[in-house]
């Protein structure tokens, strides 16, 4: 089965790079204030991109478009494009942005776990985890500038992991830097959630079909949600806070 999936992925992935466009349609939400880049620091630039080694940069290996909430705030959605590296079959961390152009603005981090990690953590760390069967499942959550096929063998492995993201600029806001306290974020969970005009707007842009994503994936089998993930369904709210207290978290050996 393993060696099937891998041949099937490889052979869509060199077709993907043949003929499939996944960026360059979306546009930052905000400008930057600050001066224009100067000659000089154009060519510093260059020679570093030409003599610096990026290795974690090279291993982004996916590449997903979604959406999020702010942890307590239904109503305050937005669109996110993650660059995934996948450190191993149980754990990825992506690099969030709000646009997939030269102009995007880094807007946080996403950390994304099996269901065997999941269920180890102890039941306060959960509430700042969200799961990804709905996000799959509704189409919602798509891989772009990939086949059909192959998103769906990625889709499989993603149905059943949760998330837990930290936003460091609130681009949706109209904010020109990165201001204010760090924010969890949340995933949706259900039909009536997330804002219609967000995804129409992304389909576009992307010339996609959120719903017929939906149909292609009702063969994929609706995982059970580990107790615990979307605590803010219950009420149980957790976000960061600015405060001039300071307490260390205790060393672990």
Known sequence: MEKRWTGRFLYCLGFSLLSACGGKNTDSYVEAPGAE????????????????????????????????????????????????????????????????????KLMGVEYIISERLFKKL????????????????????????????????????????????IHTWHTDRDLELPLGSPMVMMGFTKDGQLHPELVQDRDQ?????????????????????????????KGEVRQLQITNHYEAPEHQH
């Open 122 to 165: 102890p039941p306060e760390e959960r509430k700042l985890w969200h799961s990804h069967h709905y996000e799959v499942k509704s189409g919602e959550l798509i891989a772009p500038g990939i086949p059909d096929v192959a998103e769906h063998e990625l889709m499989e492995k993603l149905v059943s992991t949760y998330g837990k993201i």
């Open 205 to 233: 842009r992307f010339n996609v079909s959120t719903a017929e994503k939906r149909r292609q994936r009702e063969d994929i089998p609706m995982p059970k949600v580990i107790e615990g993930a979307n605590a803010w369904e």
């Open 37 to 104: 880049k100067t000659t000089k620091t154009k060519v510093l630039e260059t020679g570093a991109d030409l003599l610096q080694d990026k290795t974690p940069l090279s291993k982004v290996n996916a590449y997903l478009n979604g959406f999020h909430f702010y942890n307590g705030n239904l109503q305050g959605q937005m669109e996110a494009h993650h660059y995934v590296t996948q450190l191993n079959e149980d754990l990825h961390q992506a690099i969030m942005y709000d646009g997939n152009g030269p102009d995007a």
